[in-house]
């Protein structure tokens, strides 16, 4: 399975940005996609997840201000970033996975930079 995330950059603080994530591949069994972030010197966290059933979950800091979204039949993720914030800036991983065992693949990062 591969995961091509795009969609980074650079924006103010107050902009928005998107993100978009592509997963090609063996993906049978995999029925979460989601986005992380990895802010420098700190570890890996949550930022939103989508379930095949259509459930979302959302990390405290981003509700209200981001939105997952999901083409289950396309293998396709996307983030909607709005109201960025400069500790928002980080790198952000898509990730397909499993909700049981939660194995699955990540893609590579992309980065989101906000100045304030």
């Known amino acids: 399975v591969q995961l091509q995330a795009s969609g980074g950059g650079l924006v103010r603080a107050g902009g928005s940005l998107r993100l978009s994530c592509a997963a090609s591949g063996r993906t049978f069994g995999l029925n979460v996609m989601g986005w992380y972030r990895q802010a420098p010197g700190k570890e890996r966290e949550l930022v939103a997840t989508?379930?095949?059933?259509?459930?979302?979950n959302y990390a405290d800091s981003v509700k209200g201000r981001f939105t997952i979204s999901r083409d289950i039949a396309k293998n396709t993720a996307a983030l909607q970033m709005n109201s960025l914030k400069p500790e928002d800036t980080a790198v952000y991983y898509c990730?397909?996975?499993?909700?049981?065992?939660?194995?699955?693949?990540w893609g590579q990062g992309t980065l989101v930079t906000v100045s304030s």
């Open positions: 990730r397909m996975f499993h909700s049981g065992t939660l194995s699955g693949y």
């Open positions: 989508f379930s095949n059933r259509g459930n979302t």
